[in-house]
C-alpha cells in the first residue's frame, strides 16, 4: 500500500472528465427541459462532511444544481458518502438505498453512487454488487478526487463501477472546487489517516495511513480563507497532533500561522489523541486569543486493562494528568472526551475505574457510546464479548455521571456575559439564535427587539455578540443578547 501524491495528470484528467459530463449533462437537461439536479447524503463526522464540500463542487462543476435539501430527495445524481463508525449507519445506508430503487425506474438516467467509509468494508461492497445491481458507481473515500473520471466511465459503460483503491491518495484541497456549506466557518483538513489501529475502529482500514498535507498549501488555503471573510476555521485530522508537513513542520506550526490571520475569530481543531498533545499545543491555548480553549480528547476508558485491550498506548493517570495541565494552563478551559461502555473483558471493576476517572477529569461534556462489534475491527473477534443487558446498564449509570458535570459545567456560566459566535437562527425554534463561546459551550438566546438588530442570517452568522447568560440545561446554555459586534 503506497501513499500516492496527486500529479498534474491528474489535474488534467480531472479537467478533462469534468469537461466531458458538463456537455453530457447539458445534452441530458435540454433532453429533460430542466435543470439537473444532485443531491449528497453524508453521514459521520466532520471530515466526512468536507469531502461531501469537494463532492458537492465536483458536481456543481459538471453543471449540476443542489437539490433543495431534503435527506430524500429526488435528484439525477444521487451521491451516499458513508459512515462505517457506527451500526446503525449501514442500516441508514441500505434502508436508503432502498428508497431510491423507484426513482431509477421511473427514471434510468438517474445516477446512484456510494462512496465513504463503509466502502473499505468488503462486505458491503459484496452486499450492493448482490442486491442493489441498480447503483452505478461505488468508490472509496481515498479515491474522492478521482469523481469525475469515475462517473465518466460509469456513464459510458453504462454497467455498475465499482473501484476501490488499493493504495492512499493525497490530493491537496486546492485541487477541488468546494462547496461550502456555511459562508462564516471552514472545515480545513490537515491529514488523512491513522495508524493507530484502535481496537474497536475500522478508520485506519477505511481511510488508510496517515498522510500529512502540505504546510505550505494549507497556509495558503488558510490565506484565501481569512480573505473571503470566514470567520472561523476547523482544522480537521483523524489526529491532528500526529501532522507531519515538510522541513519537520507540526501541529504546532500550523495552529500558530491559522491563529496569526486575526480575521479569524475562532481557530478550532479535532480530533487529539492522548499519546501525542503536547505542552507546545496547550500554551498556544493558552496564550493566543483565537484559539479555543476547548480541547476535545478521547478517554475511551478509565481502566488501563482495557486501554490496553482497546490499543490505546496511555495510561489513565497519564491521560488525568495532560486534563489537569489543560486545566491549569488554559484559564476557564473546557475538557470534552468520548468514553465507550461495554468493551469486550470489561469487568465491573473496570467500568468502576472509568466512574472514577470521569469524577476526578469532570469533563464539560461527554459523548459517551455503548461498544458495537464493527465488521473488520481486531474487537470485533474478541471473545468476551459483554451481554447487552450489562452495556445498557452500565451505559445508563455512565451517562447519569457525565450529564451531572456536564451541566455543573453550563451552571457555572449563569450569571456571566459571554462572547458568543453566531452560528444562526437556533434549532430550538421561536426566534431563538444560536452560538457557541470559545469554550464550545452552546448558547441559545434571543434579541431584545429594543435593540433595533435586523435578525435576517445574513446578517447574523459568524458575528461576535455578548449574550447574558440567564438559564443552564444539560447540553446547553440560554441567554439574552446584550451587544453586537461590527461584521
Ligand atoms: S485514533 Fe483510534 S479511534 Fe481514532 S481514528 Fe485512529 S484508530 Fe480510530
Redesign the pocket.
Known amino acids: 500500500m503506497a501513499i500516492i501524491k496527486t500529479t498534474d495528470k491528474d489535474w488534467l484528467d480531472f479537467q478533462s472528465a469534468v469537461k466531458e459530463l458538463k456537455e453530457y449533462f447539458l445534452s441530458l437537461s435540454a433532453r429533460k427541459g430542466r435543470a439537473l439536479t444532485y443531491n449528497v447524503l453524508t453521514y459521520g463526522c466532520q471530515l466526512n462532511e468536507s469531502d461531501s464540500e469537494k463532492l458537492s463542487g465536483m458536481l456543481s462543476a459538471m453543471g449540476l444544481i443542489p437539490s433543495s435539501g431534503g435527506e430524500l430527495d429526488d435528484a439525477d445524481v444521487i451521491l451516499f458518502n458513508t459512515c462505517s463508525i457506527r451500526e446503525n449507519a449501514d442500516r441508514h445506508l441500505f434502508g436508503n438505498l432502498g428508497v431510491f430503487k423507484t426513482l431509477k425506474k421511473k427514471d434510468p438516467d438517474v445516477i446512484i453512487a456510494v462512496c465513504g467509509c463503509m466502502m473499505k468494508v468488503p462486505e458491503n461492497v459484496a452486499k450492493i454488487k448482490k442486491s442493489y445491481p441498480y447503483v452505478d458507481l461505488v468508490f472509496d473515500p481515498q479515491q474522492l478526487h478521482r469523481l469525475p473520471l469515475l462517473l465518466r466511465d460509469s456513464i459510458r459503460s453504462k454497467k455498475q463501477l465499482v473501484n476501490i483503491a488499493a493504495d492512499d491518495y493525497i490530493a491537496e484541497d486546492s485541487f477541488f472546487p468546494i462547496d461550502r456549506k456555511r459562508k462564516f466557518r471552514a472545515l480545513v483538513p490537515i491529514m488523512y489517516g491513522?495508524?493507530?489501529?484502535?481496537t474497536?475502529?475500522?478508520?485506519?482500514y477505511a481511510?488508510g495511513r496517515e498522510r500529512s498535507r502540505d504546510f505550505g498549501e494549507i497556509v495558503r488555503e488558510l490565506e484565501d480563507l481569512a480573505s473571503k471573510g470566514y470567520k472561523e476555521v476547523m482544522l480537521l485530522g483523524?489526529?491532528v497532533n500526529s501532522y507531519k508537513g515538510e522541513d519537520g513542520k507540526t501541529f504546532a506550526d500550523i495552529l500558530r500561522a491559522a491563529s496569526d490571520f486575526e480575521e479569524f475569530s475562532r481557530v478550532r481543531f479535532m480530533?487529539s489523541?492522548p499519546k501525542d498533545i503536547s505542552d507546545e499545543v496547550i500554551d498556544i491555548m493558552a496564550t493566543r486569543p483565537n484559539v479555543e480553549k476547548h480541547l476535545h480528547l478521547?478517554m475511551?476508558s478509565g481502566s488501563d486493562r482495557i486501554l490496553k485491550a482497546?490499543?490505546?498506548p496511555y495510561t489513565i493517570s497519564r491521560f488525568l494528568e495532560i486534563a489537569d495541565t489543560f486545566r491549569s494552563r488554559v484559564e476557564g478551559g473546557s475538557l470534552t472526551t468520548?468514553i465507550i461502555v461495554g468493551f469486550p473483558g470489561e469487568t465491573e471493576e473496570d467500568f468502576q475505574q472509568t466512574l472514577r476517572a470521569v469524577e476526578k477529569a469532570k469533563f464539560d461534556a461527554a459523548f459517551t457510546f455503548q461498544y458495537s462489534a464493527r465488521p473488520g475491527t481486531k474487537a470485533a473477534a474478541f471473545e468476551d464479548q459483554i451481554p447487552a443487558d450489562i452495556v445498557t446498564d452500565r451505559f445508563g449509570r455512565l451517562t447519569e455521571y457525565t450529564n451531572r458535570y456536564a451541566e455543573e459545567s453550563n451552571s457555572r456560566l449563569a450569571g456571566k456575559t459571554m462572547e458568543v459566535l453566531i452560528e444562526g437562527i437556533s434549532k430550538a425554534g421561536d426566534m431563538t439564535f444560536s452560538g457557541r463561546t470559545i469554550t464550545n459551550h452552546l448558547v441559545n438566546f434571543t434579541i431584545p427587539e429594543e435593540l433595533g438588530i435586523d435578525p435576517g442570517p445574513d446578517n447574523l452568522e459568524g458575528r461576535l455578540c455578548e449574550v447574558r447568560i440567564d438559564r443552564a440545561r444539560p447540553y446547553s446554555v440560554d441567554g439574552v443578547l446584550v451587544s453586537l459586534r461590527g461584521a
Open positions: 491513522c495508524n493507530n489501529f484502535c474497536y475502529c475500522i478508520v485506519p481511510r483523524q489526529n480530533s489523541h478521547a475511551q482497546m490499543n490505546r468520548d
